[in-house]
């Protein structure tokens, strides 16, 4: 019971923390700085902290999508890479790809910082990095098993009519009962989604959510939820 309370709390505070930061960066026009995550993030956040190998092993003939990707399919130990090594057919998508190879002068700090490796600008594998939004996917209907997306949904972009539109490209590229998968999330509650459309959208899929703390599984980042998403075929948009 004292959890049921606590949590959303702490969850609440990491995303006021957030969008004051994300108001800092859109009043001076600031640019985003950009990350190389690690693979060993990834499963930590997103598959239980299970090995690289059984990880490897459960996606094979999977299509999974990596939103706002940033540089990783530039990093060496991203999971664009062992997924590419493996030949899991996984594709990074960031609109910030489209420019090609671009290191900004903060932004390999911010990749050695969040456990990114060495990069490459003539990596193997990019033509799997999609420099586009996440709204306008280039994938048919009912192609994509897993969708993942670390530190961008709702941690950078939070306007609902921006997350409608996200959300319903999800429920488009998905095949029924595909997945989505985010972190951090704030605590998710149907009843106040105030926003129709929003609304609407997530009434397509069946949410479940987890709260951990990032100093719990040695993340480094503040306590949130992980929200897992799955396409409810059955509801008619």
Same mark, same amino acid.
């Given at each position: 019971?004292?959890?049921?309370?606590?949590?959303?709390?702490?969850?609440?505070?990491?995303?006021?923390?957030?969008?004051?930061?994300?108001?800092?960066?859109?009043?001076?026009?600031?640019?985003?700085?950009?990350?190389?995550?690690?693979?060993?993030?990834?499963?930590?956040?997103?598959?239980?902290?299970?090995?690289?190998?059984?990880?490897? !092993?459960?996606?094979? !003939?999977?299509?999974?999508?990596?939103?706002?990707?940033?540089?990783?399919?530039?990093?060496?130990?991203?999971?664009?890479?062992?997924?590419?090594?493996?030949?899991?057919?996984?594709?990074?998508?960031?609109?910030?790809?489209?420019?090609?190879?671009?290191?900004?002068?903060?932004?390999?700090?911010?990749?050695?910082?969040?456990?990114?490796?060495?990069?490459?600008?003539?990596?193997?594998?990019?033509?799997?990095?999609?420099?586009?939004?996440?709204?306008?996917?280039?994938?048919?209907?009912?192609?994509?098993?897993?969708?993942?997306?670390?530190?961008?949904?709702?941690?950078?972009?939070?306007?609902?009519?921006?997350?409608?539109?996200?959300?319903?490209?999800?429920?488009?590229?998905?095949?029924? !009962?595909?997945?989505?998968?985010?972190?951090?999330?704030?605590?998710?509650?149907?009843?106040?989604?105030?926003?129709?459309?929003?609304?609407?959208?997530?009434?397509?899929?069946?949410?479940?959510?987890?709260?951990?703390? !990032?100093?719990?599984?040695?993340?480094?980042?503040?306590?949130?939820?992980?929200?897992?998403?799955?396409?409810?075929?059955?509801?008619?948009?």
């Amino acid at each position: 019971m004292l959890e049921s309370k606590i949590h959303p709390a702490l969850a609440d505070m990491t995303f006021r923390t957030l969008g004051g930061l994300a108001r800092v960066y859109n009043r001076f026009s600031l640019p985003v700085i950009s990350t190389g995550r690690s693979f060993a993030y990834y499963r930590k956040i997103f598959f239980d902290n299970k090995s690289s190998a059984t990880v490897l !092993g459960e996606l094979q !003939g999977q299509c999974i999508l990596d939103i706002g990707c940033g540089l990783t399919p530039y990093v060496a130990n991203s999971m664009f890479q062992a997924c590419h090594r493996a030949g899991v057919d996984f594709y990074g998508i960031d609109p910030k790809l489209a420019e090609g190879f671009k290191l900004g002068p903060f932004d390999r700090g911010k990749i050695i910082a969040t456990g990114g490796g060495k990069m490459n600008p003539d990596a193997p594998g990019l033509e799997k990095g999609i420099g586009t939004l996440a709204d306008d996917l280039p994938f048919e209907d009912g192609s994509v098993d897993l969708v993942l997306s670390c530190y961008v949904l709702f941690a950078w972009i939070a306007d609902e009519d921006i997350l409608e539109s996200i959300f319903r490209e999800f429920h488009r590229v998905l095949k029924p !009962g595909g997945v989505v998968k985010i972190f951090p999330a704030p605590a998710y509650d149907a009843q106040n989604i105030k926003h129709p459309g929003l609304a609407r959208i997530m009434r397509g899929f069946d949410v479940e959510q987890e709260f951990f703390s !990032g100093v719990l599984r040695r993340t480094g980042f503040p306590p949130a939820y992980m929200r897992t998403m799955i396409v409810n075929p059955d509801h008619d948009l």
